[in-house]
T-cell receptor, first 112, second 115 residues
Framework: AQSVTQPDIHITVSEGASLELRCNYS??????LFWYVQSPGQGLQLLLK??????LVQGIKGFEAEFKRSQSSFNLRKPSVHWSDAAEYFC??????????FGAGTRLTVKP | ETGVTQTPRHLVMGMTNKKSLKCEQH?????MYWYKQSAKKPLELMFV???????ENNSVPSRFSPECPNSSHLFLHLHTLQPEDSALYLC??????????????FGPGTRLTVL
């Protein structure tokens, strides 16, 4: 079965600094990969997804992620973080049907 | 109202109570999901419904009982819960079932506390 690891439980960056959130997956076939964001008191919102094709995926709110098969990774990046980006970020891997597995999340704090 | 809504947003209940969580989606989707989000643990898929039929039950205890009267509404009936059931319960919907490529849209969740 597929699984997801987000190695960083909590990350703090300064506003305006660049951001990279790590995600490693385990799955035997080509995975479907997702990044979701959850603001306090809110549900999850899809930032971006990768199914096939170009390994660099652009999402909403200025985020992008790169699929690296050799490293089994799908790291999320943003060149310049805004205070409103403070939230919890979840990576997920899907294996067909509705079987989607989520990571435990990375909480992002943005310093002024 | 648009998207996926959930009520109540917060619920405190005793172990002997019976309560229900409600989810409504205004997106015309055919599949609906219940997830459990506990602190410091990955999201756990509990139930999946497609066109009002339950298609997945991920070994969820019988004290959780889902109901899907139509494709827009999903309930989670709770009875004789345990303190470890305290969590955020999220509802989601997607256009189709059996297609992980369809984006799941999430509601804001119900924060449940079991005393």
């Amino acid at each position: 079965a597929q699984s997801v690891t987000q190695p960083d439980i909590h990350i703090t960056v300064s506003e305006g600094a660049s951001l990279e959130l790590r995600c490693n997956y385990s799955y035997g076939a080509t995975p479907y990969l997702f990044w979701y964001v959850q603001s306090p008191g809110q549900g999850l919102q899809l930032l971006l997804k990768y199914f096939s094709g170009d390994t660099l995926v652009q999402g909403i709110k200025g985020f992008e992620a790169e699929f690296k098969r050799s490293q089994s990774s799908f790291n999320l990046r943003k060149p310049s973080v805004h205070w409103s980006d403070a939230a919890e970020y979840f990576c997920a891997v899907g294996a067909g049907n509705n079987d989607m597995r989520f990571g435990a999340g990375t909480r992002l704090t943005v310093k002024p | 109202e648009t998207g996926v809504t959930q009520t109540p947003r917060h619920l405190v209940m005793g172990m002997t109570n019976k309560k229900s969580l409600k989810c409504e989606q205004h997106l015309g989707h055919n599949a609906m999901y219940w997830y459990k989000q506990s602190a410091k643990k990955p999201l756990e898929l509990m139930f999946v419904y497609s066109l009002e039929e339950r298609v997945e039950n991920n070994s969820v205890p019988s004290r959780f009982s889902p109901e899907c009267p139509n494709s827009s509404h999903l309930f989670l009936h709770l009875h004789t819960l345990q303190p470890e059931d305290s969590a955020l319960y999220l509802c989601a919907s997607s256009q189709r079932l059996a297609s992980v490529t369809d984006t799941q849209y999430f509601g804001p969740g119900t924060r449940l506390t079991v005393l």
